[in-house]
Each structure stands twice: as C-alpha cells, then as structure tokens.
T-cell receptor
Framework: DAEITQSPRHKITETGRQVTLACHQT?????MFWYRQDLGHGLRLIHY???????NKGEVSDGYSVSRSNTEDLPLTLESAASSQTSVYFC?????????????FGEGSWLTVV | GENVEQHPSTLSVQEGDSAVIKCTYS??????FPWYKQELGKGPQLIID?????GEKKDQRIAVTLNKTAKHFSLHITETQPEDSAVYFC????????????FGTGTRLKVLA
C-alpha cells in the first residue's frame, strides 16, 4: 500500500544543532506539507511544496527550510535548533492543489530540543 | 488574518450519547471544510468533509453541518463508542491561489463507558 513515512519518530537534540526530519511518500503526490502541532495551537503550516524544485513558506517558517529534489521526499531542516522548536512535526501530502483534495498525514516526529 | 475557532477544547460524553463539536471560520472565501480524527501517537486522519454548496453530509454515525451565512460548521457523532475517543480537528480551506488549510485548535473527546 502507498504510504507516507517520517523519520526519525523521536529525537532529542541540543540547542544550536542542525536537525533534519525526513518525509517520504509513495503515492506520487505533487503536494507535500510540513506542519507542527503544539498544545493550544493545533496544526500550523511550516512549509509546503507543489512539486519538484518548488517550495513555499507557511505561517511559521522562521528557522526552518525544506528542499524538493524529487516527488517522493520533502526533508525539513532546522538550521539551528531552538527550545521553541520542541514540538510534534507532521508531514503530509495530497494529489492535487485544488481545494477539496484529501491531505494524508504521516505518523509524526517528536522533537525535543534541550 | 484567517482564523478557525473550535469549541469545546475538551468534551466528555457517556457511551451511546451524542457529541457535537463546533467551528467558526473568518474567511468567507473558504469553501471546503474537512474534519480530522487524531488518535494517540498517530497522525490526523480525514473522517468527513463538506463543501460550501452543501448544507449537511452524513456518513453512518458521523455528520457535518455547514452554515455559510454564520460561517460556522459542526461535527455530530451519534451513538458514541469508546473508540470514538480521540482529538478532532476542523479545518477550512482557503481558495486564493494557494492550497493550504487553517486548522482549529482541536477538541479532545472522551467517551466514558
């Protein structure tokens, strides 16, 4: 079955270190997204991509970057991890950019910055 | 900016009773409203959605209603069961040349046996 996988599922890192969270989907979806989930804030969009070589900033993009070199992968990089970036991160994908297209989420990556 | 308010933040119901979760959106251009269920340690999963040209949609024990004039939509779960216990998120899709959702802050539903 096609799926979307995230790795690592759990990570503890130190302030100032660079961290990369991987996301891989096998649906051949054009659209991919990264969200963070925090208590009281729900899901907030970090970055998104409509296709290879396309990336766009979401509402909470500061301190994060993404790259899209192929259809299947959208890695999320924290350039210099901060304690405020302790969160649960969800990667997601969808087939079409048109409204009404289902977004499929990964299982999440729990990141702790100490 | 665009906003989706969701209430209540927590909801406890007895097994077999109904549960209602409400969301209000700010952007009148929104035209697609999905609901997601998130179980502990998992990612959110779509359970039902509604488009702005429809007032109500049902799928077995789950229904969603939309009031475009008031800019609010609600999730109704009837005959609740323990496996309905989860966090539920509403979202509104903004059709403005970009494809993204604005999510509500979530409702933790507990179904008491």
């Amino acid at each position: 079955d096609a799926e979307i996988t995230q790795s690592p599922r759990h990570k503890i890192t130190e302030t100032g270190r660079q961290v990369t969270l991987a996301c891989h989907q096998t649906w051949n979806h054009n659209n991919m997204f990264w969200y963070r989930q925090d208590l009281g804030h729900g899901l907030r969009l970090i970055h998104y991509s409509y296709g290879v070589q396309d990336t766009n900033k979401g509402e909470v993009s500061d301190g994060y970057s993404v790259s899209r070199s192929n259809t299947e992968d959208l890695p999320l990089t924290l350039e210099s991890a901060a304690s405020s970036q302790t969160s649960v991160y969800f990667c997601a994908s969808s087939e079409s950019r048109h409204s009404g297209n289902t977004i499929y989420f990964g299982e999440g990556s729990w990141l702790t910055v100490v | 900016g665009e906003n989706v308010e969701q209430h209540p933040s927590t909801l406890s119901v007895q097994e077999g009773d109904s549960a209602v979760i409400k969301c209000t959106y700010s952007d009148s251009a929104s035209n697609y409203f999905p609901w997601y269920k998130q179980e502990l340690g998992k990612g959110p999963q779509l359970i039902i959605d509604i488009r702005s040209n429809v007032g109500e949609k049902k799928d077995q024990r789950i229904a969603v209603t939309l009031n475009k004039t008031a800019k609010h939509f609600s999730l109704h779960i009837t005959e609740t069961q323990p496996e309905d216990s989860a966090v539920y998120f509403c979202a509104a899709s903004l059709v403005s040349g970009t494809y993204k959702y604005i999510f509500g802050t979530g409702t933790r539903l507990k179904v008491l046996a």
